[in-house]
């Protein structure tokens, strides 16, 4: 089955600093990624749609260049959280279009604690 | 503006039982329908997907879309305790997974 690996699992830093999180699909290409944000007790949240070699789509709210994305290979989006603050303590996950566009494989999330 | 709606429980049956999970939406005009799992801490699992109203089993699970009604459901016959899990209905207004709105799920609980 396809599978999407997240990088790291789990990170603690200070405000301030930056934090960069990849998302690969391990066993298939992706054209199309996707990142999602979801705090406790609530759905997820799609915050931009990333296209091999082209500018990430944002959606409504999400600041573009606090969080950069960069999707620069079939296989790999990475997305850079710049000035964390406590604020962006969540849950980040990636998934990746496949199954000829019917499925989106999801990474395993990475949980991020601005201190 | 798009609205998926699930209760969010939690829903609680007994082992065996068959479990029923509902989800309605606002866009009449929606093609694609996904149900997945998302245990907590972890990142959601697709369990399965349908595009065409009535029914579409795999294994225990059966999903059923209405259009008419704007609701798709997700049975669970012989419910066990490791599915207690959240539930997120998901919709899209393409045929296919690229732009998904999802609900904010439904807790469910298998009681052994």
């Known amino acids: 089955g396809a599978v999407v690996s997240q990088h790291p699992s789990r990170v603690i830093c200070k405000s301030g600093t930056s934090v960069k999180i990849e998302c690969r699909s391990l066993d298939f290409q992706a054209t199309t990624m996707f990142w999602y944000r979801q705090f406790p007790k609530q759905s997820l949240m799609l915050m931009a749609t990333s296209n091999e070699g082209s500018k990430a789509t944002y959606e409504q709210g999400v600041e573009k260049d606090k969080f950069l994305i960069n999707h620069a290979s079939l296989t790999l989006s990475t997305l850079t959280v710049t000035s964390a603050h406590p604020e962006d303590s969540s849950f980040y996950i990636c998934?990746?279009?496949?199954?000829?566009?019917?499925?989106?494989?999801f990474g395993p999330g990475t949980r991020l604690t601005v201190l | 503006q798009k609205e998926v709606e699930q209760n969010s429980g939690p829903l609680s049956v007994p082992e065996g039982a068959i479990a029923s999970l509902n989800c309605t939406y606002s866009d009449r005009g929606s093609q694609s329908f996904f149900w997945y799992r998302q245990y907590s801490g972890k990142s959601p699992e697709l369990i399965m997907f349908?595009?065409?109203?009535g029914d579409k089993e795999d294994g225990r699970f059966t999903a059923q879309l209405n259009k008419a009604s704007q609701y798709v459901s997700l049975l669970i016959r012989d419910s066990q305790p490791s599915d207690s899990a959240t539930y997120l209905c998901a919709v899209n207004i393409q045929t296919g997974a690229n732009n998904l709105f999802f609900g904010t799920g439904t807790r469910l609980t298998v009681i052994p």
């Open positions: 998934s990746a279009l496949g199954g000829g566009g019917d499925t989106q494989y």
């Open positions: 349908i595009y065409s109203n």
